[in-house]
């Protein structure tokens, strides 16, 4: 079992910067993972592991990298192994980039969603004047 926590969250202007952080731990003497992602979720949409989010953007271990639509150009994504730290820079935010972020993680290589086995609890980014 790997568990995931998000920080980094908050309340920022339209235009400004903020940077998630997801730090990944686990009680196992051995484990790898191969995808980290980014994964957000808009208010009013109950979060729902049968529903579904939004791509924000994915990493994997050799530095596979991307993005959603909604990120490109404006979100970096990033990874510290030897820390078990996965970062999402974000940079020109908007309003519609409010919502609940969560990241999440798979041992294989992942490309949707369901591929991923290990949540976190998610971050509220909220992007308001």
């Known amino acids: 079992q790997v568990h995931l926590v998000e920080s980094g969250g908050g309340l920022v202007q339209p235009g400004g910067s903020l940077r998630l952080s997801c730090v990944a731990s686990?009680?196992?003497?051995?484990?790898?993972?191969?995808?980290v992602g980014w994964y957000r979720q808009a208010p009013g949409n109950q979060r729902d592991l049968g529903g579904q989010?939004?791509?924000?953007?994915?990493?994997?271990?050799?530095?596979?990298?991307r993005y959603g639509n909604s990120a490109k150009g404006r979100f970096t994504i990033s990874r510290d192994n030897a820390k078990s730290t996965m970062y999402l820079q974000m940079n020109s935010l908007n309003p519609e980039d409010t919502a609940v972020y969560y990241c999440a993680a798979s041992p294989r290589f992942a490309t949707n969603q369901n591929d991923y086995i290990y949540w976190g609890q998610g971050t509220q980014v909220t992007v308001s004047s």
């Open positions: 686990t009680t196992e003497s051995k484990y790898s993972i191969n995808t």
């Open positions: 989010r939004e791509l924000v953007a994915s990493i994997t271990y050799n530095n596979r990298i």
